[in-house]
């Protein structure tokens, strides 16, 4: 990216977003275990242990930022977006699944998982331009778990 501001002096900016929600949004984690809390019959699983860590922002959030990033960041430069707060996967899925009255089947995150499917980005050069997460997750994911049943 720095080169092709560097040649053509264009003004450019990268983001890097983590796992972004909030209402309407597209099939990803979120909505895709909603839908199967809501239809499945027995208890919901997941894929994996759960003990993934990932960085969750609700879209009021990025928008935000990226209004902030594309206003005041450096030309070339790379920011990351997210909320600085990683997440197990299996805490999400069971807020998820306790907002629908659902039990979820995964085992419990091993206490000695090595991180290797972690993804979360360091936020540091958004959060010094003044970039910060608004939205509570709780709160966010709650609203957005209610606006998929409408």
Known sequence: MKSAFEITGIDTKSVR??????????????????????SDDGPVTLRSSGAELRDFIHVDDCAAGLWTICQSGTSGEVYNLGSGKPRRVYEVAQQICSHFGKI????????????????FPDITKAMQLGVSSQVPFEAGLTATLERLVQ
């Open 104 to 119: 979820l089947e995964a085992k419990e995150p091993d206490v000695h998982y090595d991180g290797q499917h972690d993804a």
């Open 17 to 38: 977003l983590a796992n972004v929600y909030g209402p309407h949004q597209q099939r990803q984690m979120i909505q895709d275990l909603a839908i199967r809390a809501q």
